[in-house]
T-cell receptor, first 114, second 110 residues
Framework: DAGITQSPRHKVTETGTPVTLRCHQTENHRYMYWYRQDPGHGLRLIHYSYGVKDTDKGEVSDGYSVSRSKTEDFLLTLESATSSQTSVYFC?????????????FGPGTRLTVL | TQLLEQSPQFLSIQEGENLTVYCNSS?????LQWYRQEPGEGPVLLVTVVTGGEVKKLKRLTFQFGDARKDSSLHITAAQPGDTGLYLCAGEGWDDKIIFGKGTRLHILP
């Protein structure tokens, strides 16, 4: 199994509070991704990183920010959580960043915004 | 908007039966991937197909990429309860980023 951990695994928070999710890898992969998974929508890319301090937006980036200060850590921040951000969040890593490359996914974080 | 449409959305069959699920698009993809996701876990890559008409086999699973590279299918022979899960197809979107279909949720009854 690829060495990817996500923390926390579950979180319940209130609307308007800031939330930070952490993804940690031990594989030294260059590319890291944050997805959200919702019923009826499948997996959607939020942001991704192609190196330390190098990030770009995905399909559903509004309301989210990311940071990557070290190769192994990729943080996803919800500055002011809303109920529409209730979801399961997955981190993924890959070596080359091409779509044909294998993406290894973490176990997910279930976030509930009340 | 580029879409990957998967069908059926849900499928429940008896152990030992055969089944096929589909991933279709109106767009051409340079490659398509199939992932399987079990409850409470992240998706795991099963296969990547890159050539039109390509067929790949993974034990009882057969994956095919359409000749025009717009569609793909996954056929399972003699389904087993361990095949239960969410099957996702993925491909490269117009902006070079990966896009996923909404998945087929498969339930194999013992």
């Amino acid at each position: 199994d690829a060495g990817i951990t996500q923390s926390p695994r579950h979180k319940v928070t209130e609307t308007g509070t800031p939330v930070t999710l952490r993804c940690h890898q031990t594989e030294n992969h260059r590319y890291m991704y944050w997805y959200r998974q919702d019923p009826g929508h499948g997996l959607r890319l939020i942001h991704y990183s192609y190196g330390v301090k190098d990030t770009d937006k995905g399909e559903v980036s509004d309301g989210y920010s990311v940071s990557r200060s070290k190769t192994e850590d990729f943080l996803l921040t919800l500055e002011s959580a809303t109920s529409s951000q209730t979801s399961v969040y997955f981190c993924a890593i890959s070596t080359s960043g091409t779509v044909a490359d294998t993406q290894y996914f973490g176990p997910g974080t279930r976030l509930t915004v009340l | 908007t580029q879409l990957l449409e998967q069908s059926p959305q849900f499928l429940s069959i008896q152990e030992g039966e055969n089944l096929t699920v589909y991933c279709n698009s109106s767009s051409v993809f340079s490659s398509l991937q199939w992932y399987r996701q079990e409850p409470g876990e992240g998706p795991v890559l099963l296969v990547t197909v890159v050539t039109g008409g390509e067929v790949k086999k993974l034990k009882r699973l057969t994956f095919q990429f359409g000749d025009a590279r717009k569609d793909s299918s996954l056929h399972i022979t003699a389904a087993q309860p361990g095949d239960t899960g969410l099957y996702l197809c993925a491909g490269e979107g117009w902006d070079d980023k990966i896009i996923f279909g909404k998945g087929t949720r498969l339930h194999i009854l013992p």
